[in-house]
């Protein structure tokens, strides 16, 4: 018999004279570990996705300092530059500099917008709670447990080279 419920092995061969009051603990303790297990993996997979999103806020928020002081301290430079050197009106080297200055914003923009599309949201979170529902509906059945061995390795080895 199993002296912990819930510490066996899923589907595993059990004692016959296990009351039903200890099979129902069993599938409860089962199931609260499987529930808990599912918040875990949301919430490892929301931390990654909040991640993403920071880093693209700082992108932006770098992309703005950066045009600020140097749009300021250096357009001018550039503006009377290409008026004096080149001989264009002081209208029109102020307007080649702003249209620059315009350019590299959009750049940093685009790198931000890519970095925010990157993110997956809760995408094995979804898989594996429709999983879950269609297994306790009936509609599948669960995986056998030399299944869950060898995805558990692939996820530990996986983790670990990360």
């Known amino acids: ?7 066996g092995r899923p589907g595993a061969a059990s004692d016959p004279e296990r009351s ?8 409860t303790d089962n199931l609260s570990r499987l529930v808990r297990l599912e918040i875990k993996l949301a919430k490892l997979e929301a931390k ?7 880093k693209s806020i700082g992108e932006f928020g770098a992309a703005g300092v950066v045009l600020h002081l140097v749009a300021i301290l250096f357009s001018v ?15 029109l080297s102020f307007l ?12 940093f923009i685009l790198v931000a917008v890519i970095n925010l599309r990157r993110r997956q949201g809760l995408a094995r979170t ?20 030399s299944d869950l061995d060898t995805a558990e390795e692939g996820e530990t080895s996986g983790s670990a080279n990360s």
Request: glycine letters at 12%; a positive charge; hydrophobic letters at 50%.
């Open 1 to 7: 018999m199993v002296d912990k419920p819930g510490a």
């Open 20 to 27: 039903i009051g200890e099979l129902v603990s069993d599938a």
């Open 48 to 54: 990654a996705d909040a991640t993403k999103i920071g």
């Open 77 to 91: 430079t550039v503006g009377l530059f290409l008026a004096e050197v080149v001989g264009w009106q002081y209208w």
């Open 96 to 107: 080649a500099v702003t249209g620059f200055y315009l350019l590299i914003a959009l750049i």
């Open 126 to 145: 979804a898989v594996t709670t429709s999983r879950l529902m269609g297994i306790l509906r009936g509609e599948i059945r669960p995986p056998k447990r």
